[in-house]
C-alpha cells in the first residue's frame, strides 16, 4: 500500500458495464461496494481483522464515474474509537485520475463485539 496524504491506495478498479447505467456513468451504489473493498484490502494489509460489522457509513458523490474509468480507493484510521460504539472510523476517497469522485467513512468493528 501506499501511503499519499495520510490514505493509502488500497484498490485499483477499472469500472464495467455491469456497473453503469444506459448512459455510462457508474450506479450510486458501487461506490459504497468500491469503499468496502478498499477497506477489506487495508485490514488484509494491516493485518487486523478480517470479520467486522459496518456500524455506520457516509457518502459524499462529487463527480461521475464512466465506464471503463480507473479508479483507485485511498483509506486510513481516523480514530480508534466512536464516543457512540467502540469501533474503528475509516475515511475513504475514491479518485479516478485527478478527480475525486467521492469521499466518506465508515465505522466498523469486529463482528460479534459489543
Given at each position: 500500500?501506499?501511503a499519499i496524504s495520510g490514505f493509502f491506495?488500497?484498490?485499483?478498479?477499472?469500472?464495467?458495464?455491469?456497473?453503469?447505467?444506459?448512459?455510462?456513468?457508474?450506479?450510486?451504489?458501487?461506490?459504497?461496494?468500491?469503499?468496502?473493498?478498499?477497506?477489506?484490502?487495508?485490514?488484509?494489509?494491516?493485518?487486523?481483522?478480517?470479520?467486522?460489522?459496518?456500524?455506520?457509513?457516509?457518502?459524499?458523490?462529487?463527480?461521475?464515474?464512466?465506464?471503463?474509468?480507473?479508479?483507485?480507493?485511498?483509506?486510513?484510521?481516523?480514530?480508534?474509537?466512536?464516543?457512540?460504539?467502540?469501533?474503528?472510523?475509516?475515511?475513504?476517497?475514491i479518485i479516478s485520475g485527478h478527480r475525486?469522485?467521492?469521499?466518506?467513512?465508515?465505522?466498523?468493528?469486529?463482528?460479534?463485539?459489543?
Amino acid at each position: 500500500m501506499e501511503a499519499i496524504s495520510g490514505f493509502f491506495e488500497c484498490y485499483h478498479h477499472t469500472t464495467g458495464f455491469h456497473e453503469v447505467d444506459p448512459y455510462g456513468i457508474v450506479h450510486h451504489s458501487v461506490y459504497l461496494i468500491w469503499a468496502e473493498l478498499g477497506l477489506q484490502n487495508y485490514l488484509s494489509e494491516a493485518g487486523l481483522f478480517r470479520t467486522y460489522e459496518i456500524i455506520r457509513i457516509n457518502c459524499k458523490y462529487l463527480n461521475p464515474a464512466h465506464n471503463h474509468d480507473e479508479i483507485i480507493v485511498r483509506t486510513r484510521v481516523k480514530k480508534i474509537r466512536d464516543e457512540n460504539t467502540a469501533g474503528l472510523i475509516f475515511p475513504f476517497e475514491i479518485i479516478s485520475g485527478h478527480r475525486l469522485l467521492s469521499k466518506g467513512e465508515m465505522v466498523i468493528k469486529r463482528e460479534g463485539s459489543e
